[in-house]
């Protein structure tokens, strides 16, 4: 169990380094390719906007990463929790607020590792 969990938050924390990278430094080269449904000429327009929401992704990331580097194991996990509680909560809005499969690629893994650390 302890390995699938591992390799649950090495994914999140995989996947919100790309979306910081993404949003901080290839939004408006890939962000129109990605969101084809928004107006081209906004991405040049919101470029300080996806920067700093790619700054907060940046910290969820580095939150789920500290959690390979904490030796205690409750310590661990209740950081493990709060950070992808953090990014089931995103997930969630997100598949609301913009497109249903932000859920899946964001919220669900975490929810996933959520249930792994609470049953293990």
Request: glycine share 8%; charged share 15%; with cysteine.
């Amino acid at each position: 169990m302890e390995i699938a969990i591992k390799i649950l938050i090495g994914f999140v924390a995989f996947f919100h380094l790309y979306i910081m990278w993404f949003e901080m430094f290839a939004w408006t080269t890939r962000g129109p390719k990605i969101f084809r449904n928004f107006p081209k000429d906004l991405f040049p327009k919101t470029t300080a906007l996806a920067a700093n929401q790619g700054l907060y992704n940046g910290f969820l990331a580095t939150g789920l990463i500290w959690t390979f580097l904490i030796e205690d194991e409750t310590w661990r996990d209740n950081i493990a929790l709060f950070f992808l509680g953090c990014v089931t909560v995103a997930g969630l809005y997100g598949s609301m607020t913009a497109d249903k499969k932000i859920f899946f690629l964001q919220g669900l893994p975490a929810l996933i590792a959520i249930g792994f650390i609470l049953i293990q």
